[in-house]
T-cell receptor, first 114, second 115 residues
Framework: AQSVTQPDIHITVSEGASLELRCNYS??????LFWYVQSPGQGLQLLLK??????LVQGIKGFEAEFKRSQSSFNLRKPSVHWSDAAEYFC????????????FGIGTKLQVIP | GAVVSQHPSWVICKSGTSVKIECRSL??????MFWYRQFPKQSLMLMAT?????????EQGVEKDKFLINHASLTLSTLTVTSAHPEDSSFYIC???????????FGPGTRLTVL
């Protein structure tokens, strides 16, 4: 069965600083990988996804993520954080192709300080 | 990106009543939709997978007679919480898989409070 680990429950960064949110997955083959963001009381918004090809994926809002097969990781990065980026971030994994049952990580709450 | 709506955004009901939540894909047709439940400060828990024109597939531990799912069209799935009790109070989120890119797009969620 697939699983996702987000080792950081809570991260605080200063506005303008760089950000990296960690995500490790467990799956027998190359999965589909996703990052979602959730603001308080809201649904989830897709930031970016990886299916195949270039391992560096560009998403919305200036985010990017890099798939590293050797490390089973899919870390999310942003070079300069804005106060509006404060939210909960979820990494997710699904089997490649066909029926997609997405498994979510526990989430990382990002706090941005002035 | 694809847009998914949910209605209502919040609902308060009395114990013992039933509540219906709608999930719509607004700009694409979704053969598969998903229903999740999210507890405070926790991740999403998949409740069931809704397939258009067939019975929903429920995750282990989810009571299918309590959480009725209907996927009557390619743009609409409904979740009915029957005989709701306070422990059913939660944040319910639906998602729809866009066949154009295979990603799941989420609705804004429904906050259910059972008194």
């Amino acid at each position: 069965a697939q699983s996702v680990t987000q080792p950081d429950i809570h991260i605080t960064v200063s506005e303008g600083a760089s950000l990296e949110l960690r995500c490790n997955y467990s799956y027998g083959a190359t999965p589909y990988l996703f990052w979602y963001v959730q603001s308080p009381g809201q649904g989830l918004q897709l930031l970016l996804k990886y299916f195949s090809g270039d391992t560096l994926v560009q998403g919305i809002k200036g985010f990017e993520a890099e798939f590293k097969r050797s490390q089973s990781s899919f870390n999310l990065r942003k070079p300069s954080v804005h106060w509006s980026d404060a939210a909960e971030y979820f990494c997710a994994v699904a089997p490649s192709g066909g029926y997609q049952k997405v498994t979510f990580g526990i989430g990382t709450k990002l706090q941005v300080i002035p | 990106g694809a847009v998914v709506s949910q209605h209502p955004s919040w609902v308060i009901c009395k114990s013992g009543t039933s509540v219906k939540i709608e999930c719509r894909s607004l700009d694409f047709q979704a053969t598969t939709m998903f229903w999740y439940r999210q507890f405070p400060k926790q991740s999403l828990m998949l409740m069931a997978t809704s397939n258009e024109g067939s019975k929903a597939t429920y995750e282990q531990g989810v009571e299918k007679d309590k959480f009725l799912i209907n996927h009557a069209s390619l743009t609409l799935s409904t979740l009915t919480v029957t005989s709701a009790h306070p422990e059913d109070s939660s944040f319910y989120i639906c998602s729809a898989r866009d066949p154009r890119d295979l990603a799941q797009y989420f609705g804004p969620g429904t906050r259910l409070t059972v008194l």
